[in-house]
């Protein structure tokens, strides 16, 4: 088949209809499994799949900006009121707590990227604990592979999730509170004329200007000052959430090549070593919080478990624990992350000075 033959129009559609019924029975999959990310996860996988078969098809850029003005939105929704009186008691022990976690995973980042396991700073991007979708789309508009980032990112929020379930299981004898129940199609209110704004001012901004992560960081500063100051409130209905996870999937999903997926591959088991090490670290933490705070240790886990934030609120709220003191704890550590983090990646980076193996390849809509 000669090359133009492999990009008709035709062939495009079929390729496309692929990537849909792949996306559709594998998040349908993972979500039957409860694996957390299930709607990022599935279009990430079947995307994934479909490049590796040979697909031509590529995400172009103006939905994956919207994509991220959404994840800006859904990030300021974390900030609450609650959060500053929670701050006001214990804000100095849960600040040390969280720059802890940071900095232990800057050192494994670092290693990783010493010693070449990881390309320039991809490493320290995908061992921050916390924020994976936030970290994916920022570290794809630092400079860092953000395929290989969403992989280590995305393999720890499914072991992290998976260790805090066990633990709470363990801890709780099995017993639940009740799974939450999903709106899809919520009744729309006040907040989302503002949503809409917030997600119009990123797309703009994103569209308009050389911020990197402007899409992205533009409604969440704004929502976020809205959100802690009781001036409006942010409603995200789920399927906007699942259509914006899905366009951030393919993204990274289309841009794997089998030399991309081979160099992960390779990498798999120290990734693997990191992840473990940065739990057992958190763990720690959680029991030196226990003893400092009088808290229960389940609380403390969960509060100190290195992401993500959305599946520790569902094991939390499924759970006998003190819900704001967790998503207090989880949420500072979250805007840390992301303020913290790409000065970190780029400090560190140059730091380690070896183990930049092969250039970033350029990502699809580059």
Not at 179 to 197: D, I, K, M, Q, Y
């Amino acid at each position: 088949m000669t090359a133009p033959e492999k990009f008709t129009p035709a062939r495009q559609a079929v390729q496309w209809l692929s990537l849909l019924v792949a996306t559709g029975l594998l998040t349908a999959l993972l979500r039957a499994m409860a694996l957390p990310a299930a709607l990022l996860l599935g279009p990430m996988i079947a995307g994934i799949l479909v490049a590796l078969g040979g697909a031509g098809i590529r995400m172009p850029r103006p939905p994956y900006i919207l994509a991220q003005a959404v994840i800006g939105c859904l990030i300021a929704r974390a900030a609450t009121p609650t959060i500053l009186h929670s701050l006001a008691a214990d804000g100095h022990l849960f600040v040390a707590v969280v720059l802890s976690s940071i900095a232990a995973s800057a050192v494994i980042g670092w290693w990783l990227c010493r010693h070449g396991v990881m390309p320039g700073s991809t490493g320290i991007w995908g061992t921050s604990p916390g924020g994976a979708t936030a970290m994916v789309v920022m570290a794809d508009a630092y400079g860092a592979d953000a395929r290989l980032v969403a992989f280590m990112q995305y393999l720890r929020v499914l072991c992290v999730a998976l260790a805090a379930t066990a633990v709470a299981r363990i801890w709780t004898g099995g017993a639940t509170e009740g799974a939450l129940t999903v709106v899809w199609f919520p009744p729309l209110h006040a907040a989302s004329g503002v949503t809409a704004v917030l997600i119009g001012l990123g797309v703009l901004t994103g569209l308009r200007t050389h911020i990197p992560s402007g899409a992205m960081l533009a409604p969440l500063c704004i929502g976020a000052a809205l959100r802690l100051t009781g001036t409006a409130d942010i409603e995200l209905p789920q399927w906007l959430l699942a259509v914006s996870y899905a366009v951030i999937g393919w993204r990274i999903g289309l841009g794997f090549t089998r030399d991309v997926a081979r160099y992960a591959a390779r990498a798999l088991p120290l990734i693997l070593v990191s992840i473990m090490t940065l739990i057992a670290f958190c763990g720690g933490l959680s029991w030196i919080l226990s003893w400092l705070t009088g808290v229960d240790a389940l609380t403390a886990y969960l509060a100190t478990s290195p992401g993500g934030l959305d599946s520790v609120a569902v094991i939390a709220a499924t759970t006998a624990v003190d819900m704001p003191f967790v998503m207090t704890l989880q949420t500072l550590r979250f805007f840390l992350v992301i303020l913290l983090v790409p000065p970190m990646a780029r400090f560190l980076a140059g730091k380690a000075g070896r183990g930049v193996t092969p250039p970033r390849p350029t990502l699809p809509g580059e």
